[in-house]
C-alpha cells in the first residue's frame, strides 16, 4: 500500500510538473529561434544586463571579435564578460574612441540617455573596416542591446566623393588662373593706354575731339568687355563652387550702405549713360556681418539685370531700408516683367527667360546672376524676391539681417 500510494503521489507529482515543462520547452525553444534569428543577421549584436555584463550575442559579434581582438583575449569577449571592458580591449580602436563607446553605453543603461550612436573605423591584419554603433535601452530598465552595423561602403564612396571634391576643387583653382590671366595682361594695358591718352588730352596735345573719341571708345568697350568676361568665369566658377559646397565666405562686420553705394557706383562706371537713381536711408551706417564682396556681388547683379531688361532711357531705382532688425535692398526697372510661373523660375541655375530683349549689353549672360544671389544671401540668414506684372516692370528685393547691437 505504501509503495502503491507512493507511485500515485509520483505519477500525481509528474502530472503537476507537466505544464512546466512544456512551458519550459517551449520557451527553450522560442530562445532557439531568437538565437538562429540574431545569428541570420549581419549586424553584430549583443544583449547587456543592466551592469553592462554580456547575455546574448550573435554569430557576426563573434565574428567580429575574431578579427578585432588579440587570441590571449579571445575567450574573455563572450558572455559574462563586460562590454565596456571588450570596448577597450579591442584592437584597431582608439582609446578615446573607446571612452567615447563606454560613457555612452553607461548613459543607456543608467536611463540618462534614450539612446548612443558613435562611428568608428577598426584596423584589423587584414583590413581597415568602419562600424555605426547603435546603443538602445530594452524596456523596463533590463539592460540594453549593442549593435555594430558595417558601413565600411559607404564610408570609401563618402571619403572617394571628399577625394573628387578636393581634386575638383584644385582644377577650378588652376582653371581660374589660366582664364583671368590673359585677361588681366589686356586690361592692364587697355588701362595703360586710356591713361595716357587721357593725359595727352589733358596736356592739350594736338589731337582733336573727334580723333580723341575715336581711339577712346574702342578702348572703353575693350575693357568693358574684359570685365563682363572676368564676370562670366567668375560667376561660372562660382556656381561650380557651390554644387561641391566650396563657394568660400570671409564674414566680418562691415556697412551694407557702403556695400550698396559701390555696386551702384562700379555698374554707373561701366554703363555712364545710364540713369540709375539711389534712395538712401539718413543713417551714418547699416550695420551687417557679411561678406562684403558677395554682398556687393549680388546687387551688382541684381542691377545689372534691371539695366539689361529696361530702354536705355529709363531709369532704374535702388532702394536701401532698415527697421530694428533688417535692412532691405530693391533694385526696381521698367522691363517687360515676369508672369508668376517666370518669378518663380528666375532663380535657377542657367536658366534664362526665353523672348525677353536685352535692350543694354552687359556682356552677356549665364543664367547664373540670380541663381548666385540667392545662394549669396540664403547663406547670409537674409531672403531674396521679386515683386513684378508683366508689362509693367519688376523688383529685386534681398534682405539681410543687422548686425547685433552690442
Known sequence: MILEGG???????????????????????????????????????????????ILVVNEAWRRMACESCPPDRLERTGIGMNYLQVCRDSQGISAELAAEAA????????????????????????????????????????????????????????????????????????TSHELKTPLAGIRGNIELVLRRLKKMIHQRVELSDAEGKVIQRPLEQA??????????????????????????????????????????????YLAPDR???????????????????????????????????????????????????????????EGPGLTPEEQQLVWERFHRIKGVKAHYDTGGGLGLGLYLCRTIIEYHGGHVGVNSVKGEGSTFWCTLPLAPEH
Not at 577598426?122 to 542591446?145: E, I
Not at 555594430?148 to 578636393?166: G, P, S, V, Y
Not at 547683379?301 to 532704374?316: C, F, G, I, M, T
Request: with cysteine; aromatic share 6%; charged share 25%.
Open 275 to 333: 540713369t540709375i537713381h539711389t534712395h538712401f536711408p539718413e543713417v551714418e551706417m547699416v550695420p551687417i556681418i557679411a561678406d562684403a564682396g558677395r554682398i556687393g556681388q549680388a546687387v551688382s547683379n541684381y542691377l545689372r539685370n534691371a539695366l539689361k531688361y529696361s530702354e536705355v532711357n529709363r531709369p532704374v531705382e535702388v532702394f536701401l531700408t532698415r527697421d530694428n532688425s533688417t535692412a532691405q535692398v530693391s533694385v526696381q526697372d
Open 223 to 268: 575693357l568693358q568687355r574684359t570685365i563682363a568676361q572676368n564676370r562670366l568665369i567668375t560667376d561660372l566658377l562660382d556656381a561650380s563652387r557651390i554644387g561641391t559646397n566650396w563657394l568660400e565666405m570671409v564674414m566680418g562686420p562691415c556697412d551694407l550702405f557702403e556695400i550698396v553705394r559701390r555696386a551702384v557706383d562700379d555698374v554707373q
Open 103 to 174: 560613457i555612452g553605453i553607461e548613459a543607456v543603461l543608467q536611463g540618462t540617455q534614450s539612446s548612443f550612436t558613435l562611428e568608428y573605423p577598426c584596423f584589423s591584419s587584414t583590413r581597415q573596416s568602419w562600424y555605426l554603433m547603435q546603443v538602445t535601452p530594452l524596456t523596463r530598465n533590463r539592460g540594453a542591446v549593442v549593435m555594430h552595423i558595417d558601413i565600411t561602403e559607404r564610408k570609401h564612396h563618402e571619403l572617394a566623393l571628399q577625394e573628387a571634391n578636393r581634386r575638383f576643387e584644385v582644377f577650378l583653382s588652376m
Open 7 to 53: 507511485y500515485r503521489l509520483c505519477e500525481q507529482h509528474e502530472k503537476d510538473q507537466q505544464p512546466y515543462k512544456q512551458a519550459e520547452e517551449e520557451n527553450l525553444a522560442s530562445n532557439d529561434v531568437v538565437l538562429d534569428i540574431l545569428d541570420s543577421l549581419n549586424d553584430t549584436v549583443a544583449v547587456l544586463d543592466p551592469d553592462g555584463n
